[in-house]
């Protein structure tokens, strides 16, 4: 870890838009107001004594951008204030994210249990990928009614003696379903499991998973951390130890942010709290024109009282996030038709952007499933998912409801 991480450990005590806004690289000797971008593969030595040193830790300072670089230094010491943890690693993705949060800890021999509504493709590592290299898994159904009438009985009939690690995804992605992260840190605590947590959809600005004993708390800074749509990142936050094997890992492996993604990123934290109030704003606005609509069977957001996973929620996350799904009645025709008569909302295989997002997954990323599969990850046919951007939320409103008259 390089000297500037420890002195951002000591920034505590600020509040979260001051911490996004203030933290920075140490300033260069052009007095700029604004961090520069460092596009720099390596960095050079005084000495041949110098170059000794910072290879063999004895000395902290860059040496080459896949190790570290000023602009992957300060978005990630950010990150770590704004997630409440102790150290983190910058990735190129939230994918790579993904993939080396797990491949970094689990050796041939062990067990992995997830949840089973994740990101598509953390769900094809964890299907695919591991497999080949000798490590089981088991899911965990979170949406059904059994799940709800004890969730601990469902994660704890999943763990075996070589369990470890727990990973999950909690607000989960399509379904919104919502996971106890309470719940899950004292049992891995109490079986010396690992806590993996997928962070994207509530963003450290709604929730932090290391508060409720995550030991791992991943992003896909490609959603609300970026927020309009630009560029790709990741990143790995956690206990030192935590990081520790992760930051070999990555190092040694190559999924290196590139210093351009990461000054976007570490601009865009600046306004991630103001951005996060607004999509929120958005999306209740959203669920409260949809919940009188004749349309509709139901809509699913965190933070309604009508959703099944709503005390745990209100537990755990701050608002309710920007993610609003709900049910078309006429099933599948009506979610094709659904999305063609939308003229604002943007059809676009992302989120978390200042534009507002319909995916209708039952015909595009879920549709080699069977209505059967779909449903145990709580997909219908009619099941749509809307990003709520920061348009104004009449002008959001207005394309919905034109395009429910025409669907
Ligand atoms: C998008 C996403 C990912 C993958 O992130 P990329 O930046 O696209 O690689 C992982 N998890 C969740 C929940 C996501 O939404």
């Given at each position: 870890m390089s000297m500037q991480n420890q002195d951002k450990r000591n920034s505590g005590g600020q509040g979260f838009n001051t911490s996004?806004?203030?933290?920075?690289?140490?300033?260069?000797?052009?007095?700029e107001h604004s961090s520069p971008i460092y596009m720099t593969s390596s960095f050079?030595?005084?000495?041949?004594?110098?170059?000794?040193?910072?290879?063999?830790?004895?000395?902290?300072?860059?040496?080459?951008?896949?190790?570290?670089?000023?602009?992957?230094?300060?978005?990630?010491?950010?990150?770590?204030?704004?997630?409440?943890?102790?150290?983190?690693?910058?990735?190129?993705?939230?994918?790579s994210a993904m993939f080396v949060s797990i491949l970094a800890h689990l050796n041939s021999g062990d067990h992995l249990v997830a949840s089973r509504s994740i990101f598509g493709s953390t769900h094809q590592i964890i299907t695919q990928i591991l497999p080949r290299w000798g490590i089981e898994y088991s899911y965990v159904d979170i949406g059904g009614d059994e799940y709800r009438q004890n969730p601990r009985r469902a994660w704890e009939e999943a763990l075996?003696?070589?369990?470890?690690?727990?990973?999950c995804e909690t607000p989960s992605n399509p379904g919104l379903d919502i996971i106890d992260l309470e719940m899950l840190g004292k049992l891995c605590r109490n079986r010396g499991i690992l806590f993996n947590v997928d962070n994207c959809f509530a963003t450290p600005y709604f929730q932090n998973p290391r508060d409720f004993g995550a030991d791992i708390v991943g992003h896909s800074a490609t959603k609300f951390i970026d927020g309009q749509g630009r560029s790709l990142g990741g990143v790995l936050l956690g206990s030192s130890e935590a990081i520790e094997p992760i930051r070999f890992f990555a190092r040694h492996s190559g999924p290196a942010l590139s210093p351009f993604n990461a000054w976007i990123l570490s601009k865009s934290l600046e306004t991630l709290g103001l951005r996060m109030e607004r999509h929120a704003d958005n999306a209740e606005k959203i669920v409260e024109f949809l919940k009188g609509r004749r349309e509709i069977s139901w809509v699913k957001y965190p933070h309604d009282?009508?959703?099944?996973?709503?005390?745990?929620?209100?537990?755990?996350?701050?608002?309710?996030?920007a993610m609003v799904s709900f049910e078309l009645k006429d099933g599948l025709k009506a979610g094709i038709s659904f999305l063609n008569s939308l003229e604002m909302i943007s059809l676009t295989a992302n989120l978390g952007d200042s534009r507002s997002i319909a995916t209708h997954p039952a015909s595009t990323t879920h549709s080699k499933l069977s209505p059967g599969e779909r449903a145990t990850v709580g997909i219908s046919d009619g099941f749509v998912r809307i990003s709520a951007g920061l348009e104004d939320a009449e002008d959001i409103i207005q394309d919905i409801q034109q395009a429910l008259e025409r669907s």
């Open positions: 996004a806004i203030r933290n920075r690289m140490p300033s260069a000797d052009m007095h050079t030595f005084e000495s041949a004594e110098e170059a000794r040193d910072l290879f063999s830790g004895e000395s902290q300072g860059n040496i080459y951008s896949r190790y570290s670089n000023p602009n992957t230094d300060e978005f990630i010491n950010k990150m770590m204030v704004l997630e409440h943890c102790e150290d983190g690693v910058p990735l190129a993705s939230g994918m075996r003696p070589n369990t470890k690690m727990l990973f009282p009508d959703h099944p996973g709503y005390s745990t929620a209100k537990k755990q996350m701050r608002r309710g996030g």
